[in-house]
């Protein structure tokens, strides 16, 4: 799956993740297109893109347009706007694959742990979107800085979905981008790759770190 | 401090995970006194104890006696004994540190992060116990055959309180026993640990190995 070319939207591809998982998605081969509210700040973002990867590989769009041109589309956006945008775009959702990144810190206590009522942000957002798209969460845990980089990352991706093929679908893509995805199971289980978010941040804080992350151990999986 | 001898109770001493706490703890210097609702089961496993570690380093009592022996009490039950076990020895309490191993396991779906309202069942008890008592979260994510064995243990223990010494004198206990204590923040970020153990138990089967573990990478501590 990492060898095919796929069309990946990335909503809220000018914040610091989604342009970070934009420029490894495009340097991996794959065509994107970046969603924003904001069209200048968007053609901006697809420009330097392309200049870094050296190939017209990043389009802009807005958020809605950018999510019905992409086979899978991957929501970066901050918490705070995160029903809204879904709001934004879910007509173009039905069939395929959102990778929902959300973490939900709440500033300015973002290095302490509030998970919303039911435990997992991107969970709920299964249930409001309902079987017709499959969520996968994923990318919460890992430092955006890094990511644009382009250096080794030593951090894992945890993986959760209640359908296992969308679940290897994303796994797929985060080893065409470095990291190593780890199946983590179910869209609940998002609850604990969003607590963590958190707990890095207070990780990176403690310990006078950039950019802290996490590893499974006792496990072979590449 | 971890230099330091200290008198520790383990309450659930006679589960897997407080056994082997015991044992290393046993091992590592201190005094253990393992406390359990069964007194020839308790006796029975501080015999054992005893027995591996060469010498009369953990004797057994009724969970109360237990706590108010120890200067340190650690919680090591099922979730669905938490609350009546704290109640059980609350008295006891006071003026020390509680080290709550908890991690809301719900039967029988084991490998789904189900968390109680609010998010963490240990910042549950530290809520129910108030400031008198400094509860600490420890240990959810550590393999208890691995930690009932001498091998070495290639995993981390986020450890989380509001008292900052407190999350210290854990992590250094955690050092003595040959894990790696990382201050992962106030006792709210226990939820990540929380869910963590359902996820390690999803990718123990998902993957097929005995015992995975979390490392935080990017920190030089030790």
């Known amino acids: 799956m990492s060898e095919q070319k796929e069309r990946i939207a990335v909503v809220g591809g000018t914040g610091a993740l989604g342009n970070a998982l934009a420029l490894r998605l495009a340097r991996a081969g794959h065509d994107v297109i970046i969603g924003s509210r904001d069209a200048a700040k968007a ?43 879904i709001e934004e775009i879910r007509d173009a959702l039905p069939g395929k694959i959102l990778v929902d990144a959300t973490a939900p810190l709440v500033p300015p206590q973002v290095s302490r742990v509030q998970l919303p009522d039911g435990g997992s942000a991107v969970a709920a957002i299964q249930v409001l979107l309902g079987t017709s798209v499959r969520v996968v969460s994923a990318f919460q845990n890992v430092s955006a800085p890094k990511l644009a980089s382009a250096e080794r990352i030593d951090c894992d991706v945890l993986v ?12 797929a893509l985060a080893g065409a981008i470095g990291l190593r995805g780890i199946d983590a199971g179910p869209i609940a289980n998002s609850a604990a ?17 950039p950019g802290s992350g996490i590893r499974i151990v006792g496990i072979d999986a590449q």
Chains 1, 2 share one sequence.
Not at 160 to 171: G, N
């Open 43 to 85: 053609d901006a973002a697809a420009n330097a893109l392309n200049a870094a990867v050296g190939r017209v590989a990043v389009t802009a769009q807005p958020n809605r347009a950018a999510a019905q041109a992409g086979d899978i589309v991957i929501l970066a956006v901050p918490y705070a706007a995160q029903r809204a945008t």
């Open 193 to 209: 790759a969003e607590a963590l978010t958190s707990v890095l941040i207070a990780i990176n804080r403690r310990y006078k770190v």
């Open 160 to 171: 959760c979905a209640d359908d296992r093929a969308a679940r290897d679908r994303v796994i």
